[in-house]
């Protein structure tokens, strides 16, 4: 059965490609619908994990990094670093600022640090050296056409772009990274002045601990002693921070992704059902010769997941190319189209569309007539 199927997909080899060019643009599809979504929570862990610390101190009540405002009293670090376990507690602080200019506004989280905290590695430009540099993520520098040494100017306030740097982004919005004292300066000098009190001067604190330090008891310890904050380790804040974007954007996206997979299925069954239809004189033969309609669904099962096997990875390599795509048009974004676990998923939900588009045309394969073998084409 196995060589009849290999036989019949190569005896109109164009056809079959052309099938599976359309098999594969289906799965290209949903793996970069899947991928946007994955994306978008590896971002939002991706945000706490690279602040590096190994506890996170936040305001009581506080469970989440973004989206979420924490603001701690100033005497919380000395507190923190008081307690045994603890060698350092690194401020920072994060707010929300629109940045651009009209009718193209944007929104930028300013993330403000000190000795830890700061951005990934620079791809352009140099570090901060005073307070009116600004470190801003490659994203930002592609939509406004910034580069190392141009102006940002943020509530009437002007920062000098000093370098570039890359994956800075979650929810749709880049970061921008600059010291405390550029901080200050933004407040005291710009049109945020008369609202300075709404806006925290410390928002977390990264605590590295002294080596051998129990760090659940340390954990403990600081709850214990400063009653106005919440502990938490990188990796359940990151996941707080996961759990959040799920809850946001999960819904929206589930609906996507099925949609997905139901235009997905629709298509696999037409070319399925249309292929059968051209090959009903090849099935008519196969009836005449003996052969029962259950060898012949087989027969149609074994060309299907033939198909397939040649189209999935024609899929996930379209669906590479247009991520690596949308990432460099838009680095705001980010698609993991090869996280193992969505690959998974996507094979499984592909299998079973295969099955299913296979069994769509049983009909039309059980009311084929013998007689049509010998019929004149």
């Known amino acids: 059965m196995w060589r009849l199927a290999f036989r019949q997909l190569t005896h109109d080899w164009i056809r079959s490609l ?3 060019l359309a098999i594969s643009a289906a799965i290209a599809v ?4 899947r991928g946007f979504e994955q994306g978008l929570y590896a971002q ?9 610390g190994q506890l996170i101190v936040a305001q009581a009540g506080v469970s989440n990094f973004l989206a979420v405002r924490s603001s701690l009293p100033q005497l919380t670090r000395e507190r923190v670093e008081a307690i045994d376990g603890v060698s350092l507690a690194h401020p920072i602080t994060g707010f929300w600022v629109i940045y651009g200019p009209e009718g193209n506004k944007f929104p930028l989280l300013l993330l403000v640090y000190d000795t830890l905290g700061g951005p990934p590695p ?5 570090s901060i050296e005073d307070g009116h540099d600004v470190i801003i993520d490659i994203g930002l520098s592609k939509k406004f056409d910034l580069k190392p040494g141009d102006p940002l100017v943020i509530s009437d306030f002007e920062f000098r772009v000093a370098g570039i740097t890359n994956h800075s982004s979650a929810l749709f919005s880049t970061f921008a990274f600059v010291s405390y004292d550029g901080m200050i300066d933004l407040f005291l000098e710009s049109e945020i002045a008369p609202d300075i009190s709404t806006f925290p001067l410390l928002s977390f604190l990264l605590v590295d601990l002294e080596p051998g330090a129990d760090r659940a008891g340390v954990m403990q310890a600081i709850e214990d002693q400063v009653p106005d904050v919440d502990v938490f380790t990188p990796q359940q804040l990151a996941q707080n921070d996961v759990a959040l974007g799920k809850e946001l954007f999960g819904p929206i996206m589930g609906v996507l992704i099925s949609l997905s ?5 629709l298509v696999i069954g037409l070319i399925v059902y249309a292929d059968v239809s051209v090959r009903r004189h090849d099935y008519g033969v196969m009836k005449a010769l003996g052969f029962r309609l259950s060898h012949i669904v087989r027969g149609v099962m074994v060309q299907t997941m033939m198909l397939m096997v040649f189209a999935f990875p024609i ?3 379209v669906a590479s190319l247009v991520a690596i795509g949308i990432e460099w048009r838009a680095p705001v974004y980010m698609v993991d189209v090869l996280e193992p676990l969505g690959l998974v998923h996507v094979l499984s939900g592909v299998i079973v569309m295969m099955i299913l588009g296979g069994l769509l045309p049983l009909r039309l394969i059980a009311r084929t007539d013998p007689v049509i073998a010998f019929q004149v084409e």
């Open 18 to 20: 052309l099938t599976a």
């Open 261 to 265: 997979y139901m235009i997905g299925l």
């Open 44 to 52: 939002s862990e991706a945000v706490v994990l690279d602040r590096g």
């Open 122 to 126: 620079l791809i352009e430009g140099r």
């Open 315 to 317: 899929g996930v390599s």
């Open 30 to 33: 949903i793996l970069i619908l």
